[in-house]
């Protein structure tokens, strides 16, 4: 049972990444998703995440407009679509998945996390 997360990198700013995160061992279908950013250091940040039907969001303040979270289930992955990056976006990105909880429900109650990815924006 994993949650793989992949297509971190280095981009300009003002650019465009995908990340991904496919699960594997289990199903993603009941539950909620989220994505996270954290480096050493620094407290765990919520980037976005997305209700079990997919019919509800929240983001953070500072992704807000820029980023879309999004689930495939037939696939079994998450996505982060990330624009207009900028170099405070930089870090690792995390991906997690919250067994029959609420979109809402914060980093403690999710049950698996990925390895994470790094993004990192610079000219």
């Known amino acids: 049972v994993q949650l793989q997360a992949s297509g971190g990198g280095l981009v300009q700013p003002g650019g465009s990444l995908r990340l991904s995160c496919a699960a594997s061992?289990?199903?993603?279908?009941?539950?909620?998703v989220g994505w996270f950013r954290q480096s050493s250091g620094n407290e765990r940040e919520g980037v976005a995440c997305?209700?079990?039907?997919?019919?509800?969001?929240v983001y953070g303040d500072s992704v807000k407009g820029r980023f879309t979270i999004s689930r495939d289930n037939t696939k079994n992955i998450i996505y982060l679509e990330m624009n207009a990056l900028k170099p405070e976006d930089a870090d690792v990105y995390y991906c997690?998945?919250?067994?029959?909880?609420?979109?809402?429900?914060?980093?403690?109650?999710?049950?698996?996390w990925g390895q994470g990815t790094l993004v990192t924006v610079s000219s």
């Open positions: 061992g289990f199903t993603l279908r009941p539950y909620a």
């Open positions: 997690a998945a919250a067994y029959s909880r609420d979109y809402r429900t914060p980093p403690k109650n999710y049950d698996y």
């Open positions: 997305l209700s079990i039907s997919a019919g509800d969001t």
